[in-house]
């Protein structure tokens, strides 16, 4: 992620920074602070673009997800009414159609619970890389703010 890449330097040039002895204050080069910023916010929707595509991705992965159990269940429905017609057999079906129905929930259900927590622990990391970028150009206006002169 270039944002991350970028406010990598940007913590890179506040903590090998000039300090002003007993203000706990840094001296910084304001345009090339403002120079990342300006890159960050040019980079910054192109991770709002990946988040976007990880909520389709998500929402393809459920979709292909209902679609095999449903699948797997109009199999075993034909499996069934194929065998209809002697007792044994249609008691043996059912069973193992009810197996493979049974099996294929409980896939799909794996495949969607797998899927929200991909896209959640994606979001999460693209959550928390905003927060920071929030805070860290939220601290740098307050500093920027305070040297006034």
């Known amino acids: 992620m270039n944002v991350l890449r970028l406010l990598d330097e940007l913590e890179d040039i506040i903590e090998s920074s000039s300090t002003i002895p007993f203000a706990g204050k840094?001296?910084?080069?304001?345009g090339e602070i403002l120079d990342i910023i300006?890159?960050?916010r040019i980079q910054l929707p192109?991770?709002?673009k990946q988040a976007q595509w990880i909520k389709e991705e998500r929402q393809r992965i459920?979709?292909?997800a209902q679609q095999e159990a449903e699948a797997i269940m109009k199999d075993a429905r034909l499996h069934i009414e194929e065998?209809?017609?002697k007792d044994e057999i249609t008691k043996q079906a059912q069973k193992r159609a009810e197996e493979i129905i049974a099996q294929a929930q409980a896939h799909a259900k794996e495949i969607r619970i797998g899927a929200r927590q991909y896209?959640?622990?994606l979001l999460a990391g693209l959550e928390e890389n905003l927060d920071k970028l929030a805070a860290t150009i939220q601290?740098?206006?307050k500093e920027l703010k305070g040297m006034k002169g």
């Not at 840094?26 to 304001?30: A, C, F, H, M, T």
């Open 26 to 30: 840094i001296l910084v080069d304001r």
């Open 83 to 85: 065998m209809v017609e």
């Open 139 to 141: 601290q740098n206006r």
């Open 62 to 64: 459920l979709i292909d």
């Open 38 to 40: 300006k890159e960050i």
């Open 119 to 121: 896209a959640d622990e």
């Open 46 to 48: 192109d991770e709002v």
